[in-house]
């Protein structure tokens, strides 16, 4: 399983990477393998503001269909837009091409509950 140790994790199963006051954010390695072969992901094109912990999005699998929760509050700066017509990168490259959603990370404060790779590895059972 690849769990990057530069980035942080939700207990939801994401990933975030911070750049200055840019969070950008997606699901992990793990979360991907457990969900299986992802065929739709449905992120409002039109989402200007996230909240954390509330729904941004879901994924859709072949096995079931995942929300996707916002790892800190923030304003959106971009959407995949990539992953409308190319929905299998989340299997394919979650930490890479598959990002989801990239905000202004609007309280650093957020943040600070997320868990490093190791209390991510520990998490999983790994």
Aim: hydrophobic letters at 35%.
């Amino acid at each position: 399983m690849n769990i990057p140790e530069n980035l942080i994790y939700t207990k939801e199963h994401e990933w975030v990477r911070v750049d200055g006051n840019i969070g950008t954010f997606g699901i992990t390695d793990y979360a991907q393998s457990e969900l299986g072969d992802v065929v739709f992901v449905d992120i409002d094109e039109s989402l200007t503001e996230i909240s954390k912990g509330t729904s941004c999005g879901t994924i859709e699998a072949v096995k079931t269909v995942s929300d996707l929760f916002a790892p800190f509050s923030g304003k959106v700066i971009e959407i995949n837009l990539k992953l409308k017509d190319s929905p299998e990168l989340l299997n394919s490259d979650p930490y890479g091409e598959g990002w989801m959603i990239k905000a202004e990370i609007s309280n650093p404060s957020d943040l600070d509950d997320l868990l490093s790779a190791q209390d991510y590895r520990n998490l999983i059972g790994q």
